[in-house]
């Protein structure tokens, strides 16, 4: 069975940084592309960072030198590195695993950027 669980999500001011896991399990993890999206109220899920297997990696204009996307293999884990956090950044946050058209997805974590 798979799964993706995210973690790292909470309540930070503007300014600040939080830094997400999605752990996955039931999967050969190294073969698969993954990705974060985020969906805001009353807003489409929107792809934030994707890495493929290979290492290339890929952001949305809108996070660009703000966030970064990494992965470890060893540890079937990738990691969303947030700084410089924005009020428009708040959102529920998924980690998606993609391989030859077949995607999962985790629960989501919420992240909050409030004063």
């Known amino acids: 069975q798979v799964h993706l669980v995210e973690s790292g999500g909470g309540l930070v001011q503007p300014g600040g940084s939080l830094r997400l896991s999605c752990a996955a399990s039931?999967?050969?993890?190294?073969?698969?592309?993954m990705g974060w999206y985020r969906q805001a109220p009353g807003k489409q899920r929107a792809l934030v960072a994707g890495i493929t297997s290979g290492g290339r990696f890929n952001y949305a204009d809108s996070v660009k030198g703000r966030f970064t996307i990494s992965r470890d293999n060893a540890e079937n884990t990738v990691y969303l590195e947030m700084n410089n956090l924005k009020p428009e950044d708040t959102a529920v946050y998924y980690c998606t695993g993609v391989f030859l058209g077949k995607d999962y997805w985790g629960q989501g974590t919420q992240v909050t950027v409030s004063s």
């Open positions: 039931g999967i050969r993890f190294s073969m698969y592309s």
